[in-house]
């Protein structure tokens, strides 16, 4: 079930406090941080406050590449993220090439048979159907279905979802 919007009012407020205080101890630049921060945006951006979900994605995003580098499987997260907010926002150029930036990373870090690179594959395939691109879609959420489906098994409810985005494209 998802969360009213008043919860999720309240988990952003609350997130907000911690990492006041967490940069109040450990200072603005701590990567520490960086993953709370991503959790921050990640409300914001389902509050549909876009232009806080994208700074706080990319202050995340540079935070985990300072101290990761920027082949992490951390910094394609961040950068997944804020390919769907983008995605939101009707930019699908940006978000075309930042999922991209995403399942590289993954793959190559993770192999392609890991759960991230088949949500890298599933995003993107949205991406790619907005744009017009409906054999790129398919290709992307079959890669994304086998996946899930060794991973979670064919009754999980994300592989449910993915097989019925496929299933949408006809």
Do not use: C
């Not at 389902?46 to 994208?54: G, V």
């Not at 590449?65 to 082949?71: C, F, N």
């Not at 150029?93 to 759960?115: N, Q, T, Y």
Request: net charge negative; proline share 3%.
């Amino acid at each position: 079930m998802a969360a009213s919007l008043a919860e999720l009012r309240a988990q952003r407020l609350e997130l907000e406090s911690a990492i006041e205080a967490r940069q109040r101890e450990l200072g603005p630049e701590h990567p520490d941080l960086a993953t709370d921060l991503r959790d921050l945006g990640r409300l914001a951006h389902e509050l549909n406050d876009h232009m806080d979900a994208m700074a706080l994605l990319r202050r995340a995003t540079a935070l985990h590449t300072a101290a990761h580098g920027p082949e992490h499987p951390d910094v394609a997260t961040d950068l997944n993220h804020l390919g769907l907010v983008f995605h939101d926002l009707g930019e699908l150029a940006e978000a075309h090439l930042v999922l991209e930036r995403a399942l590289a990373i993954d793959e190559k870090v993770l192999g392609p048979d890991h759960r991230n690179v088949a949500r890298d594959a599933n995003n993107l395939a949205g991406v790619l159907r907005d744009q017009g691109d409906l054999y790129s879609a398919r290709a992307a959420l079959q890669w994304s279905l086998r996946v899930y489906n060794a991973e979670l098994g064919a009754e999980h409810s994300t592989t449910r979802s993915v097989a019925r985005n496929l299933a949408l494209l006809g």
